[in-house]
Nanobody
Framework: QVQLVESGGGLVQAGGSLRLSCAAS?????MGWYRQAPGKQRELVAE???????NYADSVKGRFTISRDHAKNTVDLQMNSLKPEDTAVYYC????????????WGRGTQVTVSS
């Protein structure tokens, strides 16, 4: 069983920055962040594999940066130039293997961007 502990999030004005962090227990292939806004489906924000491959949603490219510390088993999401449409609950995600047959979720952390 993998446990994910998230930190960060909060309220920020448009154009501001926030940093999310997630610590995982156990062996992980890929870690990432998803978000879910009210009335919308959960969507991928960014993901990074154990090999360092990164994948970003088009809406955050150039503004968000995902990084991973293998020694600490953590993943960070640096969010810059935040927009009101980035407002959502952000969930840490971890996949045990490349097939994504075992996936774990954090409890979520609220990010609110005011205009």
């Amino acid at each position: 069983q993998v446990q994910l502990v998230e930190s960060g999030g909060g309220l920020v004005q448009a154009g501001g920055s926030l940093r999310l962090s997630c610590a995982a227990s156990g062996s992980i292939f890929a870690m990432g962040w998803y978000r879910q806004a009210p009335g919308k489906q959960r969507e991928l924000v960014a993901e990074i594999t154990s090999g360092g491959s990164k994948n970003y949603a088009d809406s955050v490219k150039g503004r968000f940066t995902i990084s991973r510390d293998h020694a600490k088993n953590t993943v960070d999401l640096q969010m810059n130039s935040l927009k009101p449409e980035d407002t959502a609950v952000y969930y840490c995600n971890a996949a045990r293997n490349a097939a994504r047959s075992l996936v774990y979720w954090g409890r979520g952390t609220q990010v609110t961007v005011s205009s």
